[in-house]
């Protein structure tokens, strides 16, 4: 039997991450650190909704954050292309 490394983001949590293996455990600690990198800029667009869009949920906050996180490189073509937006595919 072959011994094999996985692994997770810190902000995932290893119960998480084994609760949701096809998406939060990772090969290789590459992989692992872009995870992080989505999850940390997540959370600071979440403060931010939350701060500038009054009566947000939380919930809703973090949903946005994490779309909003996700599609990064998307969001920073937009910036110079905005139609781009909603011409991608999904």
Request: glycine share 2%; proline share 3%.
């Amino acid at each position: 039997m072959a011994v094999q490394a996985v692994y997770f983001s810190d902000r995932d949590g290893l119960d998480m991450a084994l609760k949701h293996p096809d998406t939060m455990l990772f090969a290789s600690k590459a992989e692992a650190d872009a995870r992080d990198r989505i999850l940390e800029l997540a959370e600071e667009i979440q403060i931010f909704l939350t701060k500038k869009v009054e009566g947000l949920s939380e919930e809703h906050a973090e949903a946005c954050a994490m779309a909003i996180a996700e599609e990064r490189d998307l969001f920073q073509k937009a910036l110079k292309k905005p139609d781009l937006l909603n011409t991608s595919p999904e």
